[in-house]
C-alpha cells in the first residue's frame, strides 16, 4: 500500500500543507486560511483534504507540525500563571537582568519599559540551600521550609513553577529533590527545572529561558495532546508524529511538550532546513533564507551550505538562550498594514491584519491598506489567480482601502501611495538582511536570495537588486517552502553541560569523558524514541572564549574522541572565527572552555525535491496574457506567465510576472528568470 507523509507550517494567515507519496516519491501541496483561534482545526482540515482524495487514513504513516502556539503565547503574554523558586538570597535575579541597559531605538525612548515579568516578584519563593561555584554542597536543602513554599505558591493558583537554584548545572540533585517534593505538595503544578533545560553559566540566561519553559509548558502540551486526539478522531494514528523546533529539527510530541521554549521559532525553522537541502541540490553553497508570509518576514544566514545558528535570542526582550536556528524576525508580510501617523508620515506595520479580518482585497471586513493590496494595486498580484482561483481579490476594495488612508491623506495617486508602501516594507526587510550578514562581516556579493513564503517572490528581485547580491531563487514551491523543509528535517536534540576551565589546563582525557558522557544521554534518548544505532548520527561542539569575555562563540569539534593535537586546531579555529566576526583576535591571549555541546540526530528516511526533465515545450505555452503592473513609477502592459507550464531552460525576461497556486513572482525590467532541473527559477540581472 502507499504511505504518505504530512507536515504542516500554521502561519499567521495561512496553514500551509504537503504530502508526500513514499513509493511513488510524489509531493502534492494544499493551502487554507488559518484558524487563529484553535489552530489544529485548520491542521485537520488539511488532513482530512488528503483522506477525501481516497487516502486510508491508515496509510498515513508520519505527521510533521510547524506551530506557532509557543510564540504567539509568549508574544501576546497568554502562557500558564506561572511561579518562580530561586536559592536564598537571590529572588532578585530574574528583575535585575543582566544590568545591562538596551540598545538600539529604545536608548532614545523615554517612555521605554522592560517587558512585564512572567513570573512576578510575589510569586517567587526562596528555596532555603546553597551550593558553590564548585558544585559542593554548602548549605543541605531544607525540605520542611520548601514544603511550606510549595503550599503558598499553590494557594495563589500557580499552573507552572520554574525552579533555578545557584550552580545547579554543577550539582542538580537540589532541584530534583525540589520537584518530587512539588510533586508531593501540589501534583497538579507543572515543573521545569533549570537543570534539565539549559544546564549551563550565567545565571539569569538560564533562568530566563528557564521560566520561559515553564510559561509555555502547560499552553504547549494542553495543545499537543489536543492536536493527538483530533488525529485519532480522523484516524491518523502513526506513532511518528512530530514537532519542529527551533534547532532545525524535529522532536516527538511528548519531547515537544516537555521543553516547549525549544519550539518558539518552531515554523521558521523548517524553511531554514528547506534552505540547506536547496544549496546541496542547486550547489549554491551560499544564501540568505528569505521567508515572507501574512505576519512576518524571517531570514536566514547559510554559508558553505551550513545554516548559522546561535546559542541565546530574545523575543519582545525576553532572552531565550537554547540552541536555535539564528533566524532575524520583523513585523514584515502581506497582512503588514500601511498608515499615515499623526506628523504626516507613511508608516508600514508592525500591526498586522492577520488571517482576520485580512487586507482589505480579501474581502472578509477588513478596511485598512495593507502590503497585499499595495501589490494588487500596483499590478503585481492578479485578481482571479489567487491561490490557483480558489481565492479571489477585489481591486476596488484595495483601491479604496489605500485612497482613504494613504492616498488621499499624502495628496498622491493611489499607485504612488502603493508603490511608497512596497518601498518602505522593502527597506525594512533589507536591514534584517544586513542585521544577519554584512554587519557580522559577511558580503553579500557572495550570497543569492531564497525567495519563498507566500509573499517572498513579490519583494526578492527588487531587494536582490538594491543590496548587490548575485541574484534570487525561487524553489518549486515557495509559498509551503517551510512544510516542505518539516518533510527533510531529522529529529534533533540538544545536550550541553557547563564546565570553565582554561584550554591549556584541560586534558584531551577529560574533553573526551565530559562530550563522552552528553552523547551516551542523546543516544539513550534516541534509542528510546525507536532509533536504531546506524539511524543515530551525533555532532560535538565546544563554547570558547578569551579569558575574562562574557560572551562565547561555539566552535564545532571532528568527533567524541579528543586529542591534544584537536585541542590545538580547536584554538585556531576559535581566533579565526573570532576575528572574522570582530575584526581582531588575540592569539596569544588564554582561552577558556566553558560549555560542551552534543547534538543527537535521528536519522528519518531522506526526502529529496523531484528532478524533472527538459519536455520541449515553449515558452508560449506557459503564456496567460498581460495586464499593467507598475515599475518604477511607470506602468505599462506586462506579460503573465503560469509557472506550473513552464519547462526546465526556459528563460522569461523582465518585466514579467510568474503566477502560481502557493505565490507569485515578479520579474523587475532587466532581470531574466531560468528554469533548473528541479524546476527551481534563478533570478540574475540580464546580460
Known sequence: MSKYRITVDTGGTFTDVVYFREDKREITIHKLPSTPSDPSEAIIAGVRHLIEQGVKPSDIAYFCHG???????????????????????????????????????????????????????SRTGEVSERIDFQGHVVKALDEAALRATVRELSHKKIESVAVCLLFSFLYPAHEKRVAEIIAEEAPEISVSLSS?????????????????????????????????????????????????QSNGGSATFAAAARKAVATVLSGPAGGVTAGVNLARDTKEPNLITFDMGGTSCDVALIKDGQASSSNRIEVEGRVIAVPMMDINTVSAGGGTIARVDEVGQLQVGPESAGAVPGPAC???????????????????????????????????????????????????????????????????????????????????????????????????????????????????????????????????????????????????????????????????????????????????????????????????????????????????????THKQLFGHSGPEEPVEAVTYRVTGIGKLPEVKM?????????????????????????????????????????????????????????????QVAEVDRFRNLHVTEGK
Open 196 to 244: 534539565e533545560v539549559l544546564p549551563q553559566i550565567r545565571e539569569f540566561f538560564r533562568l530566563s529561558t528557564t521560566v520561559i519553559n515553564a510559561y509555555l509548558q502547560p499552553i504547549l502540551e494542553r495543545y499537543v495532546h489536543h492536536l493527538e486526539s483530533q488525529l485519532d478522531g480522523a484516524g491518523v494514528r502513526t506513532g511518528k508524529r512530530y514537532i519542529m
Open 362 to 576: 480579501y474581502c472578509k471586513g477588513g478596511e485598512l491598506p495593507t502590503v497585499t493590496d499595495a501589490n494588487l494595486a500596483l499590478g503585481y498580484l492578479g485578481e482571479g489567480n489567487f491561490l490557483g482561483g480558489r481565492m479571489r481579490l477585489d481591486t476596488a476594495l484595495a483601491r479604496k482601502a489605500l485612497s482613504e488612508h494613504v492616498a488621499g491623506p499624502l495628496g498622491m495617486s493611489i499607485e504612488a501611495g502603493a508603490e511608497g508602501i512596497v518601498r518602505i516594507i522593502n527597506v525594512k526587510m533589507e536591514e534584517a538582511i544586513k542585521a544577519i550578514s554584512t554587519m557580522r562581516g559577511y558580503d553579500l556579493r557572495e550570497f543569492t536570495l531564497v525567495a519563498f513564503g507566500g509573499a517572498g517572490p513579490l519583494h526578492s528581485g527588487q531587494m536582490a537588486r538594491n543590496l548587490g547580491m548575485r541574484g534570487v531563487l525561487v524553489p518549486l514551491y515557495p509559498g509551503v517552502n517551510s512544510a516542505i523543509g518539516l518533510l527533510q528535517a531529522d529529529v534533533r536534540h540538544d545536550y550541553a553541560i557547563s564546565r570553565l576551565t582554561l584550554l591549556s589546563e584541560v586534558g584531551p582525557a577529560e574533553v573526551t569523558a565530559r562530550l563522552k558522557a552528553l552523547a551516551d544521554q542523546a543516544r539513550a534518548e534516541l534509542r528510546a524514541e525507536g532509533f536504531k544505532p546506524s539511524e543515530i548520527a551525533l555532532e560535538y561542539a565546544l563554547d570558547m572564549r578569551y579569558a575574562g569575555q562574557g560572551y562565547e562563540l561555539t566552535v564545532p569539534l571532528p568527533g567524541e574522541k579528543i586529542t591534544s593535537k584537536i585541542l590545538g586546531e580547536i584554538r585556531e579555529t576559535f581566533d579565526a
Open 610 to 670: 523531484p528532478v524533472f526533465r527538459k519536455q520541449g515545450t515553449k515558452l508560449n505555452d506557459a503564456y496567460l496574457g498581460k495586464r499593467k503592473a507598475r515599475f518604477d513609477g511607470a506602468t505599462g502592459d506586462v506579460p503573465v506567465y503560469q509557472r506550473e507550464r513552464l519547462d526546465v531552460g526556459h528563460r522569461v525576461k523582465g518585466p514579467a510576472i510568474i503566477e502560481q497556486l502557493d505565490s507569485t513572482i515578479v520579474i523587475h525590467p532587466g
Open 67 to 121: 506551530t506557532t502556539v509557543g510564540t504567539n503565547a509568549l508574544l501576546e503574554g497568554k502562557g500558564a500563571r506561572t511561579g518562580l523558586l530561586v536559592t536564598e538570597g537571590f529572588r532578585g535575579i530574574y528583575e535585575v537582568g543582566e544590568q545591562s541597559t538596551p540598545h538600539g531605538p529604545s536608548v532614545f525612548d523615554v517612555e521605554y519599559e522592560k517587558p512585564t515579568l512572567l513570573a512576578p516578584e
